[in-house]
């Protein structure tokens, strides 16, 4: 998990020493009032439910203060283009669902590593459940928990989530159908090897149907390409 220092110092932007350590003492004091920053506090702040908390991007705190904090919070650190990057995999997703419609059987989607997938939860709402059903395969089971819970509040049944971890097959489930399109949207920002790429890429390769779609999202420092 990545810790507050690591999302301070980060490679991708300059080397700011007297700034950054500025911003390290204030969001460990703020801490405790800021709710985006707790989350990222306990769980780290590349965790499902602080991407989550992210993509919610309603501010919460003690007081105003502690909105004020959490709002600061959510408008740095690159968050605005994970905003960003969930809207544009929303319309990627939608159009390739369109282009399975026309098909006999259903369309199956699996998500690897991003529980709670609140972008797949909102999704399955906006396009309606006939024919489109949704896997989520993620190791962390607070996570997975959320997600549930998320799905259960909006209505969404026709999404599954499974306690797998992508990297390790032995724990992958097999599908009675394979998925069409399979998405990986953050899992490999947090990757640092190239062996661990190859092994994520060979998996979702042996997991396609024939024909099926790949999409994943790779950010660069704060922006999305």
């Given at each position: 998990?990545i810790?507050?220092?690591?999302l301070?110092?980060?490679?991708?932007?300059p080397?700011?020493?007297?700034?950054?350590?500025?911003?390290?003492?204030?969001?460990?004091?703020c801490?405790?009032?800021?709710?985006?920053?707790?989350?990222g506090?306990?769980?780290?702040?590349?965790?499902?439910?602080?991407?989550?908390?992210?993509c919610?991007?309603n501010s919460?705190?003690a007081?105003f203060?502690?909105?004020w904090?959490?709002?600061?919070?959510l408008?740095?650190?690159?968050w605005?283009?994970?905003?960003?990057?969930?809207?544009?995999?929303?319309?990627?997703l939608r159009d390739?669902?369109?282009l399975?419609?026309?098909?006999?059987?259903?369309?199956h989607?699996?998500?690897?590593g991003c529980?709670?997938?609140?972008?797949?939860?909102?999704?399955?709402?906006?396009?309606?459940?006939?024919g489109?059903f949704?896997?989520?395969?993620?190791p962390?089971?607070?996570s997975?928990?959320?997600?549930?819970?998320?799905?259960?509040v909006?209505?969404?049944?026709r999404i599954?989530f499974v306690?797998a971890?992508?990297?390790d097959p032995?724990?992958?489930?097999?599908?009675?159908?394979r998925p069409?399109?399979v998405i990986v949207?953050?899992?490999?920002?947090?990757?640092?090897?190239?062996?661990e790429?190859r092994?994520?890429?060979?998996?979702?390769?042996?997991?396609?149907?024939p024909?099926?779609?790949?999409?994943?999202?790779?950010?660069?420092?704060?922006?999305?390409?």
């Open positions: 998990a810790a507050l220092n690591r301070i110092d980060s490679p991708h932007r080397r700011r020493p007297l700034r950054q350590a500025i911003a390290r003492v204030f969001l460990e004091t801490a405790p009032f800021s709710a985006g920053l707790e989350i506090q306990r769980f780290g702040f590349d965790s499902g439910l602080m991407i989550d908390y992210v919610r991007n919460e705190g007081g203060a502690g909105r904090i959490d709002r600061w919070f408008n740095r650190f690159g605005p283009a994970l905003r960003e990057r969930k809207h544009r995999l929303q319309e990627s390739l669902i369109r399975h419609r026309p098909s006999e059987h259903e369309i989607l699996v998500d690897l529980a709670p997938a609140r972008y797949l939860i909102e999704l399955l709402g906006e396009i309606g459940h006939a489109v949704a896997t989520v395969l993620d962390d089971p607070v997975l928990g959320e997600g549930r819970r998320l799905a259960e909006l209505g969404r049944e599954d306690r971890d992508p990297l032995g724990r992958t489930p097999t599908f009675a159908r069409d399109i949207s953050g899992l490999l920002d947090r990757m640092d090897a190239d062996p790429v092994w994520l890429l060979s998996g979702v390769r042996d997991m396609l149907a024909g099926g779609q790949f999409v994943f999202t790779v950010q660069c420092g704060d922006r999305d390409p």
